[in-house]
T-cell receptor, first 113, second 111 residues
Framework: NAGVTQTPKFQVLKTGQSMTLQCAQD?????MSWYRQDPGMGLRLIHY???????DQGEVPNGYNVSRSTTEDFPLRLLSAAPSQTSVYFC????????????FGQGTRLTVV | DAKTTQPPSMDCAEGRAANLPCNHS???????VYWYRQIHSQGPQYIIH???NNETNEMASLIITEDRKSSTLILPHATLRDTAVYYC????????????FGTGTLLAVQP
C-alpha cells in the first residue's frame, strides 16, 4: 500500500499565484484532513472531510479551499498565495471508529516569495 | 476539546526507558488520549491511544491515572531513532480527522 501520497514535495510560488496541493490515499478511508506546520509549532488543522462531498473548516481555513469529489482524493487549493502561507503542509486520512488512527503523508514544503 | 500540557523538552539515555508526561486536567468522559510523534519534520506517526485503562503495544505503553487527569507515555528501551517531537492529544474517540496538536515534547535520546 502506498498509504497517503502528497504531491509535490516542494514548491515555490510567487505572491498572488494559485496552485493545488494534491493528496491521495488508497486505504478507502472516510476521513481526510489538511494541516499546516510553521517552524517550531505543532500542526494546525486547515480543512477536513468526513466523506465524499462533505467538507468543513478547521482552525485556520482562510485562504484555502478544498473539495472531496472522491473517497481517494482531497486537494487543497491556494487561490492567491501570500507569504504568510509559507509552511509545510500535511495531509492525513483515517477511518471511522473509536480504535482508529490517522495516517499522515510526508508533507509538501511550500515557499511563497 | 481538553487542553494538554507537556514539557517542551526531555533527554533520555539510549537503552533506558523514556517517560513522557502529559497533563489533561479538563478531559471529558468520552475523550481519549492519543500519542503521535514526528521525526525530523516527517509526517506524524501514531503511537498509541487509550480511554482509561493502561495500554501497551509494540512501540510503547500508555499509563493513564485513575482520575484521567494525566498520562505517561513510556518507551521502554529508547534508541537514537526515537529522537522526535511527541504530541499528546485529547480527542473524542474516533475523531481522527480533527486532531488538535500542541507544541509537544522534544525527546532527545543521547548515546
Amino acid at each position: 500500500n502506498a498509504g497517503v501520497t502528497q504531491t509535490p514535495k516542494f514548491q515555490v510560488l510567487k505572491t498572488g499565484q494559485s496552485m493545488t496541493l494534491q493528496c491521495a490515499q488508497d486505504m478507502n478511508h472516510e476521513y481526510m484532513s489538511w494541516y499546516r506546520q510553521d517552524p517550531g509549532m505543532g500542526l494546525r488543522l486547515i480543512h477536513y472531510s468526513v466523506g465524499a462531498g462533505i467538507t468543513d473548516q478547521g482552525e485556520v481555513p482562510n485562504g484555502y479551499n478544498v473539495s472531496r469529489s472522491t473517497t481517494e482524493d482531497f486537494p487543497l487549493r491556494l487561490l492567491s498565495a501570500a507569504p504568510s502561507q509559507t509552511s509545510v503542509y500535511f495531509c492525513a486520512s483515517g477511518s471511522r471508529g473509536v480504535n482508529t488512527e490517522a495516517f499522515f503523508g510526508q508533507g509538501t514544503r511550500l515557499t511563497v516569495v | 476539546d481538553a487542553k494538554t500540557t507537556q514539557p517542551p523538552s526531555m533527554d533520555c539515555a539510549e537503552g533506558r526507558a523514556a517517560n513522557l508526561p502529559c497533563n489533561h486536567s479538563t478531559i471529558s468522559g468520552n475523550e481519549y488520549v492519543y500519542w503521535y510523534r514526528q521525526i525530523h519534520s516527517q509526517g506524524p506517526q501514531y503511537i498509541i491511544h487509550g480511554l482509561k485503562n493502561n495500554e501497551t503495544n509494540e512501540m510503547a505503553s500508555l499509563i493513564i491515572t485513575e482520575d484521567r487527569k494525566s498520562s505517561t507515555l513510556i518507551l521502554p528501551h529508547a534508541t537514537l531513532r526515537d529522537t522526535a517531537v511527541y504530541y499528546c492529544i485529547v480527542r473524542v474517540g474516533g475523531a481522527t480527522n480533527k486532531l488538535i496538536f500542541g507544541t509537544g515534547t522534544l525527546l532527545a535520546v543521547q548515546p
